[in-house]
C-alpha cells in the first residue's frame, strides 16, 4: 500500500449492517411495514443513532437492531418458528375436527 492509499475506514452503520447480513439477514428488502410502541427512552437512543450518522432512519435503526437480536439467537429462533409451524397445523387440524363435529350435527 502506498503513502497516498489509506486503509478505507467502514462507518458504525457499515460495520453493524455488515454484521447483520452475515448473520443471516443478507439482502432483503424491508418491504413489510411493523408498527410497535416503544417506551421515550428507547425512541431517544433510536433518534441519538441517527441523529450521529449510525443509521439513516428511526425504522432502520429499530430493524437493524432487531434483526441483530434475532441472528444474535438464530438457533433459539429457528426452534420456535418450528414450534409455531407446527402449532398452527394442530390448530388448523382441530379446527376442521370441531367443524365436523358441529356441522355433521346439524345435518
Same mark, same amino acid.
Do not use: H, Y
Given at each position: 500500500?502506498? $503513502?497516498?492509499?489509506?486503509?478505507?475506514?467502514?462507518?458504525?452503520?457499515?460495520?453493524?449492517?455488515?454484521? +447483520?447480513?452475515?448473520?443471516?439477514?443478507?439482502?432483503? &428488502?424491508?418491504? +413489510?411495514?411493523?408498527?410497535?410502541?416503544?417506551?421515550?427512552?428507547?425512541?431517544?437512543? !433510536?433518534?441519538? !443513532?441517527? #441523529?450521529?450518522?449510525?443509521?439513516?432512519?428511526?425504522?432502520? %435503526?429499530?430493524?437493524?437492531?432487531?434483526?441483530?437480536? +434475532?441472528?444474535?439467537?438464530?438457533?433459539?429462533?429457528?426452534? +420456535?418458528?418450528?414450534?409455531?409451524?407446527?402449532?398452527?397445523?394442530?390448530? &388448523?387440524?382441530?379446527? $376442521? &375436527? #370441531?367443524?365436523? %363435529?358441529? !356441522?355433521? $350435527?346439524?345435518?
Amino acid at each position: 500500500m502506498s $503513502k497516498e492509499e489509506k486503509p478505507k475506514r467502514t462507518t458504525l452503520r457499515e460495520r453493524v449492517l455488515q454484521n +447483520i447480513s452475515a448473520d443471516g439477514f443478507e439482502g432483503g &428488502d424491508r418491504d +413489510i411495514p411493523v408498527v410497535a410502541r416503544m417506551n421515550k427512552r428507547v425512541v431517544e437512543t !433510536l433518534d441519538s !443513532l441517527v #441523529a450521529i450518522g449510525v443509521f439513516k432512519s428511526r425504522s432502520e %435503526a429499530a430493524a437493524a437492531l432487531v434483526e441483530g437480536a +434475532i441472528s444474535s439467537r438464530e438457533d433459539l429462533f429457528e426452534d +420456535i418458528r418450528k414450534q409455531a409451524k407446527s402449532l398452527g397445523k394442530q390448530q &388448523d387440524d382441530a379446527m $376442521k &375436527d #370441531a367443524q365436523e %363435529a358441529i !356441522l355433521g $350435527k346439524l345435518k
